[in-house]
């Protein structure tokens, strides 16, 4: 607020200096970035050739792993948010003994090499209880596994997120709709979380990338079983280990251009005119 | 209660919310759908090692569509993937690139069977066209040459290389030289191909899998190979079915094709039936000892074993006249040099004592082979010829200096020592030289007088046929004889354990 100011009232004083050496500076450091990801994908891009994409997208194998990597993030991102959306509030609105503790908690997911949850969830389910659950509903080394595997690392991204989302809206907002005789389920459901639709999007987006990356977790608990429990990231481990070097390239370019459009899907969706509206109390 | 109208319009968060359940519920129905669809057949669970991936699924697809049975492949390093069902105790096969991972299974009791499949070589090699040039081992030391390996504790290539490179004193030299130590041979293959070093210590049967690697022939590395095996996993709830799968994988007319098509040098293999049926010749006297762990052996492998029982000399004279069986079980070591071209290396797995074996009080007073002279004495014993306790029994005589002797007393010769048993049990004799396994069973009627004399004593061996198409079967029938269940029914059935190989 104060430097178009200071220049404004100034400009005769001190001769303005030219801004380009700043966006310059600036645009530098920050497209090494940039450009260090198109050349990654530049340098996919020669690896492959489209018959090696075609053949890739014509294995039964491949075509599985794509659904399930699909269906599995977004099963998991909607877990996530039904449980990264009330902890977040909680966490962010209320004072409680062991917050410290639960907080801390939080952070392990993120925190831990990801192979260590799969093993940790390995371990788990050798359990009693859990054995048992197993062979009641089969998890581990099936489905389930790769979505457990999935959330266990995706939810605590999404509680984060929501948690600074709910922080940074204005209290009062609630506690208005409180005076006025809305019970407190009403204020969170008519006020705050509207408000919060941004951070809800943003978490979704979070977890779904999370845990279409998601890897070592799942090659440990749910194993890399073809037309099973391969991900496309366990694709792309399989193929590498047969020296596959193409078809791995091709199903990472896959992967990439699926991202590319579900996160865009996801933005439009969730952009003030469609997702605002739907949010509108 | 929430109002879920609010000024006639449905709050958009809860309708956010329940679209969020009923897409949930979509997306589960679209991943429970194929479940349903499958084969009510218990399907197989095999951890694989990855570089193993292109034969094993090969062979897996047509196993499935011959038997119907899923074959589920779990593919990952061997030593990751043996942590996994160390952990879970699941699965039913355990498929790594070498067989010293099966030697730590083994430790940690994860495995029972183990059956040969294939072996590779250790080779180097560097991109196609070799641009650098390299063509011995100290083109590695060179300036400007980068070398890729694999870390030799991870990785069974890198072991190899290391153990050999050592016994030349090259290690030391390599190791200083090597640009970069990789988790799995894969990685290394990969690192050439992409060029990123000029060459590394890969699998011989890469150059099949990755068309862009060339061979270095180097003396260094002559013979230094790996051995691959399948083993059957403990926690294997479906022993049965993984065990038929595994004698698929490890079949020379069916899993070692497709091992040896992509470049692996099959190990020795039965031939592919879904039911084997094993031929074991073995000595009468064994009947009692080996029956039950034949039996337990036949359910467990789903085969079946045709057992001809009778005295080694007669079985001598069969496999003579051209009769071969898969297995041959001897009384004694005799009976085996008889017909030791037929066969394999035989395992010592028993012993037995020569016993003079008299009706219980002893009422003719014989205290040992002295007293065999006595007149009027009714003596049997085994049948010269036809089997190794006729053989034994006169050899032992004749060592004693008293076969003419007792031979005068002889009344009759039988080709088993149950047989005499029984004339003695009825009465028709008064004493019979047998095995102390003869008696076990009739304990209460009987009394064995033993002879203090070396020769005494019988050895059975076991061993395999060469030409037998159930060579690897024959040698599991081996190891359930050798297991300590059946120690315990040879010696409940008076034998000696020897058990150990020769």
């Known amino acids: ?281 | 209660m929430l109002r879920l109208f609010h000024s006639g319009r449905i709050n958009g968060a809860w309708l956010a919310f329940l679209g969020s359940i009923v897409v949930l519920g979509l997306l589960i129905a679209m991943l429970a759908w194929p479940a349903g669809s499958e084969p009510s057949k218990t399907p197989l669970l095999v951890y694989c090692a990855a570089g193993l991936m292109t034969s094993v699924t090969a062979i897996a697809k047509e196993y499935e569509a011959e038997s119907g049975v899923p074959i589920h492949l779990n593919f990952g390093g061997s030593q990751t993937l043996l942590a996994e069902f160390e952990i879970n105790k699941r699965g039913d096969l355990y498929l790594p690139a070498d067989n010293s991972y099966l030697g730590m299974a083994r430790k940690k009791d994860l495995i029972a069977e183990v059956i040969p499949l294939a072996s590779m070589n250790v080779m180097l090699a560097v991109k196609k066209g070799n641009p650098k040039g390299i063509k011995v081992l100290d083109d590695l030391l060179k300036e400007g040459v980068k070398l890729s390996q694999t870390n030799p504790d991870a990785a069974a290539v890198g072991k190899l290389t290391r153990e050999k490179m050592e016994k030349l004193g090259r290690w030391e030299e390599l190791k200083k030289h090597t640009t970069v130590f990789k988790g799995t041979v894969n990685d290394v293959a990969a690192d050439i191909k992409i060029g990123s070093v000029d060459a590394g210590f890969v699998w011989d049967v890469f150059l099949i899998q990755y068309p862009d690697l060339e061979k270095i022939p180097i003396p260094e590395l002559d013979g230094v190979s790996a051995k691959m095996s399948v083993a059957v996993l403990k926690s294997s709830a479906n022993a049965t079915a993984a065990l038929r799968f595994a004698r698929y994988l490890s079949a020379r007319d069916k899993g070692l094709k497709e091992f040896e098509r992509n470049g692996f040098k099959p190990l020795s293999g039965d031939t592919w039936t879904g039911t084997p049926e094993l031929r074991l010749m073995s000595g009468a006297m064994l009947r009692p000892a080996i029956e039950e762990t034949i039996i337990a052996f036949e359910q467990r492998e789903g085969c079946r074993v045709t057992r001809v029982y009778n005295g080694c000399g007669i079985l001598v004279a069969q496999m003579k006249s051209g009769q071969h069986p898969d297995a041959y079980f001897a009384c004694d070591s005799t009976f085996m040099t008889q017909v030791s071209d037929l066969f394999l290396d035989s395992t010592e797995i028993s012993t037995n004592q020569l016993v003079i074996i008299v009706k219980k009080g002893n009422p003719r007073n014989i205290h040992g082979l002295k007293d065999l002279g006595q007149a009027n004495l009714k003596i049997g014993v085994g049948h010269e010829q036809q089997c190794a306790l006729g053989a034994l029994t006169k050899n032992m005589l004749e060592t004693a200096g008293r076969y003419n002797v007792v031979a005068k007393n002889v009344k009759v010769q039988s080709p088993t020592g149950d047989m005499l048993v029984n004339q003695l049990r009825t009465g028709s004799l008064d004493a019979v030289i047998a095995y102390a396994s003869n008696m076990t069973h009739n304990k209460d009627e009987l009394e064995a007088i033993g002879i203090d004399i070396d020769c005494a004593t019988a050895t059975q061996p076991y061993a395999v046929g060469k030409e037998s198409g159930n060579a690897q079967l024959a040698l599991r029938l081996l190891d359930a004889i050798k297991s300590g269940a059946s120690k315990e029914r040879f010696v409940k059935n008076g034998f000696h354990w020897q058990g150990a190989p020769k």
């Open chain 1, 1 to 281: 607020m104060n430097a178009p100011h200071a220049d404004m009232a100034q400009p005769q004083l001190i001769r303005a200096r030219s801004d380009v050496p700043f966006y310059v500076a600036f645009g530098i450091l920050g497209s090494t970035y940039v450009f260090l990801i198109i050349a990654m994908l530049i340098a996919d891009l020669r690896f492959t050739t489209g018959p090696h994409l075609l053949q890739a997208l014509s294995s039964p194998e491949i075509r599985y792993s794509i659904k399930l990597s699909l269906i599995s993030c977004t099963i998991t991102t909607i877990l996530s948010l039904w449980v990264g959306v009330p902890l977040g509030y909680l966490l962010s609105r209320f004072q409680f003994p062991g917050k410290v503790a639960v907080d801390a908690i939080l952070d392990i997911p993120i925190v831990l090499p990801p192979l260590v949850i799969g093993l940790s969830l390995l371990i788990l389910f050798q359990t009693p209880f859990f054995r048992a659950l197993d062979t009641l509903f089969p998890i581990t080394y099936a489905v389930p596994s790769v979505i457990l595997a999935q959330f266990s690392v995706a939810c605590a991204f999404a509680v984060r997120t929501m948690r600074i989302t709910f922080d940074q809206i204005n209290p009062r907002g609630e506690q208005v709709a409180l005076t006025l005789g809305c019970s407190r389920s009403q204020a969170f459901w008519m006020v705050v979380l509207p408000e919060a639709r941004r951070g809800i999007l943003t978490a979704a987006t979070l977890a779904w990338a999370r845990s279409l990356g998601e890897f070592g977790p799942i090659l440990i608990f749910s194993g890399a079983t073809r037309m099973r429990t391969e991900v496309l990231s366990t694709t792309v481990f399989l193929e590498l280990s047969v020296g596959n070097i193409e078809a791995a390239v091709a199903v990472s370019l896959l992967m990439i251009a699926a991202a590319v459009i579900v996160l865009t899907l996801l933005r439009v969706f969730g952009s003030e005119r469609t997702f605002g509206k739907a949010f509108e109390p």
